[in-house]
């Protein structure tokens, strides 16, 4: 727990390197939603399929990369997540509408466009984190849901 | 090149993602419940993730990718209601749940079937976010 911080700043990092990589190697963004998004929508009208094994190689790096990683070390990640169906299925949808429609997350939104210095980025950044906040003070000190 | 660049970049993402403990639901939830137990753990990993980003930008000025092709211009500055309303529900499930949409898709190798739910109903809503946005633009020009 006390070395928390320090897990954080190295991972963060690490994610950083991951968005510097994408952007100075392939001249992209790096935004989950975006990506996810982007494939979703491809799927639909059959767009550039360059693009979009570039995204399927993207998402198979965030997939196996950390499973090596488990089967080689001792660390164990624990998600800890809610059993509850039909908790995960509603805020499914939320993340889902939610980031196509602001155009971004905590990825592309948080990390590519804070960094960019984008207004947009930073307005979005406070926006979810407000609306997140938010929801635990009503959720969890408010109706004991979560 | 492109292709390896791209499994590059990604695994370099969902590595940074469990090193942090982002693929932790009440990690992501103790640093947006400030009047509980709050854990600052996520405001590191931004930061973190914001600096080499920084300088990436920085060496974009006068260049072209490494793969070839152009780097982005920021096309929309606008801060419209799709940006605000799109992030406030993008904000609630976050805090119900506690995943956004790079973790859920690292974890989806050790989330069990919740990470499933999670990723089909995101699927499902992204699919779904046009007609939304459209619905939305009508409701605001008339109110």
Known sequence: METDWLWGLIGGGIIGLGGAVYLLG?????????????????????????????RLMFLAGVVLLPLLLQR????????????????????????GIGTRIANGCTSGHGVCGISRLSLRG????????????????????????? | MRLFLSFLAGGLFGTGLFLSGMTDTTK???????????????????????????FAWRLTEGRKPLAGGKFPTPSNQ????????GSAMFGIGWGLVGLCPGPVIASISYNGWGG??????????????????IQLDRLMTKA
């Not at chain 1, 950044?125 to 849901?145: E, Q």
């Not at chain 2, 992501?28 to 920084?54: E, S």
């Not at chain 2, 499933?116 to 946005?133: D, Q, R, S, Y």
């Open chain 2, 28 to 54: 992501v939830q103790g640093w947006l419940d400030v009047f509980g137990d709050w854990d600052p753990t996520l405001a590191f990993v931004m930061g973190g993730a914001i600096l080499p980003m920084f």
């Open chain 1, 122 to 146: 930073l307005i979005a950044t406070v926006f979810y984190i407000l609306a997140g906040g938010l929801t635990l003070a009503i959720f969890r000190h408010g109706l004991g849901l979560i």
């Open chain 2, 78 to 85: 606008e801060l419209d209601r799709r940006l605000i309303v």
């Open chain 1, 72 to 95: 080689f070390s001792s660390t164990q990640a624990s998600t800890h997540m809610t059993d509850n169906v039909i908790l995960i299925v509603s805020a499914g949808l939320l993340v």
């Open chain 2, 116 to 133: 499933v739910w999670f990723l089909a109903a995101m699927l499902a809503g992204m699919a779904a976010a046009p007609k939304f946005g």
């Open chain 1, 26 to 54: 392939n001249g992209r963004i790096m935004g989950a939603s975006g990506i996810v998004g982007g494939l979703v929508d491809g799927l639909a009208d059959g767009s550039d399929r360059k693009i979009a094994l570039e």
